[in-house]
Antibody, heavy 128, light 110 residues
Framework: EVQMMESGGGLVQPGGSLTLSCEASGLTFSSKWMHWVRQAPGKGLVWVSR????????AYADFVKGRFTISRDNAKNTLFLQLNSLRAEDTAVYYC?????????????????????WGQGTMVTVSS | QSVLTQPPSASGTPGQRVTISCSGGSSNIGSNPVNWYQQFPGTAPKLLIY???QRPSGVPDRFSGSKSGTSASLAISGLQSEDEADYYC???????????FGGGTKLTVL
């Protein structure tokens, strides 16, 4: 069965830390870019971070730069997100998502930002 | 405040054709392809359309996408009750160096 399973969410106090994990099974992982996307309660989707297939070129949304760190272990088909200095506004469901490769012939450019496989999400609640 | 702008709601009756718009700017939709996602309450999103108008395997051809300039649209023809969901557009943003999403459109099938 093709699936990605997040874990590590929970209740944490402001200023605290958490590490989220996303374990992939039944699908190609090591050659794919991977992303984290979050969704605050009742709100829309927001991209958080991405990492390329070999663990290089991590990138972050401005609102998490310097606080969150993305990494991966291809031998274990697992993606991670280290969350530090957490704030109330970080409260959300965090999804891992696989970045599908596609080529846009009109722009002569390759993309990895279509999220073709998603985990079920893990809830992070930041509250005192 | 989302970078891409979508109407918060849309509706239609079974069998109708409905469209959902997505407006952006030169750094995102204007220079990069658009992807669309469908999300049911309490579940993870699902990729519906990628690269403006391409359907992943398994997505019915009732769903179609288009793009013109800095705007894009998702069309659903032959509307069915099971299409009632939230729909999000997304595109890479060159200024932000990451993907940006619309705020989402809640589709109601009357």
């Amino acid at each position: 069965e093709v699936q990605m399973m997040e874990s590590g969410g929970g209740l944490v106090q402001p200023g605290g830390s958490l590490t989220l994990s996303c374990e992939a099974s039944g699908l190609t992982f090591s050659s794919k870019w991977m992303h984290w996307v979050r969704q605050a309660p009742g709100k829309g989707l927001v991209w958080v971070s991405r990492i390329n297939s070999d663990g290089g070129s991590p990138a972050y949304a401005d609102f998490v730069k310097g606080r969150f760190t993305i990494s991966r272990d291809n031998a274990k088909n697992t993606l991670f997100l280290q969350l530090n200095s957490l704030r109330a506004e970080d409260t959300a469901v965090y999804y891992c998502a696989r970045g599908m490769y596609y080529y846009d012939s009109s722009a002569y450019t390759s993309y990895y930002d279509a999220f073709d496989v998603w985990g079920q999400g893990t809830m992070v609640t930041v509250s005192s | 405040q989302s970078v891409l702008t979508q109407p918060p709601s849309a509706s239609g009756t079974p069998g109708q054709r409905v469209t959902i718009s997505c407006s952006g700017g030169s750094s995102n939709i204007g220079s990069n392809p658009v992807n669309w996602y469908q999300q049911f309450p309490g579940t993870a999103p699902k990729l519906l359309i990628y690269s403006n108008n391409q359907r992943p395997s398994g997505v019915p051809d009732r769903f179609s996408g288009s793009k013109s300039g800095t705007s894009a649209s998702l069309a659903i023809s032959g509307l069915q009750s099971e299409d009632e969901a939230d729909y999000y557009c997304a595109a890479w943003d060159d200024s932000l160096s990451g993907p940006v999403f619309g705020g989402g459109t809640k589709l109601t099938v009357l």
